[in-house]
Antibody, heavy 118, light 111 residues
Framework: EVQLLESGGGLVQPGGSLRLSCAAS????????MSWVRQAPGKGLEWVSA????????YDADSVRGRFTISRDNSKNTLYLQMNSLRAEDTAVYYC???????????WGQGTLVTVSS | DIVMTQTPLSSPVTLGQPASISCRSS???????????LSWLQQRPGQPPRLLIY???NRFSGVPDRFSGSGAGTDFTLKISRVEAEDVGVYYC????????FGQGTKVEIK
């Protein structure tokens, strides 16, 4: 059974940093591109970042480019999102999701809540 | 950037009756490889999103056959042949032809 378990969310002040993790199991992690998608309270889904199977290619939404960094450790079956210079508008539930062939968002985690507030 | 526009934003339906959601993209979703990377996701209340349909019309593993997808180019449709109580939630279209973009979401609720 595919499982994605996000962690690392919490309350952080504006300008602060946070590192999210997504532990994967039940599939061959190194063969899947991965992504982070967020959902602000009561709002829709917003794609944040994506990373290739080996980690040598990454893409970021304009809203987070230069502040967030996606990475992965295939030896640990774990995806990361380093979030710096956090703003109130980054408040959201952050989901990790697999991206089969870069194009099919087939499995999703339960999400972790990030709240940016003073 | 490709913009995805869904209609309606809210759809009250009677149990057992059909429901239909439209999704229009600001440009063609036909990829240079010939495929069209349009997916539909369901998000039940309090749950993460779940993949229903990929590449316009392919049902994902475990998805009931009352869900179907159709369309081409810039216009796509998700249909539920007979709505059940467990279908309540928000439905999103998502394109992956040029990076990734979601529609605003359509809330399906029971009348």
């Amino acid at each position: 059974e595919v499982q994605l378990l996000e962690s690392g969310g919490g309350l952080v002040q504006p300008g602060g940093s946070l590192r999210l993790s997504c532990a994967a199991s039940g599939f061959t992690f190194s063969t899947y591109a991965m992504s982070w998608v967020r959902q602000a309270p009561g709002k829709g889904l917003e794609w944040v970042s994506a990373i290739s199977t080996s980690g040598d290619a990454t893409y970021d939404a304009d809203s987070v480019r230069g502040r967030f960094t996606i990475s992965r450790d295939n030896s640990k079956n774990t995806l990361y999102l380093q979030m710096n210079s956090l703003r109130a508008e980054d408040t959201a539930v952050y989901y990790c999701a697999t991206l089969l062939g870069w194009v099919v968002p087939d499995y999703w985690g339960q999400g972790t809540l990030v709240t940016v507030s003073s | 950037d490709i913009v995805m526009t869904q209609t309606p934003l809210s759809s009250p339906v009677t149990l057992g009756q059909p429901a239909s959601i439209s999704c229009r993209s600001s440009q063609s979703l036909v990829h240079s490889d010939g495929n069209t990377y349009l997916s539909w996701l369901q998000q039940r209340p309090g749950q993460p999103p779940r993949l229903l349909i990929y590449k316009i019309s392919n049902r994902f593993s475990g998805v009931p056959d009352r869900f179907s997808g159709s369309g081409a180019g810039t216009d796509f449709t998700l249909k539920i042949s007979r709505v059940e109580a467990e279908d309540v939630g928000v439905y999103y279209c998502m394109q992956a032809t040029q990076l990734w973009t979601f529609g605003q979401g359509t809330k399906v609720e029971i009348k």
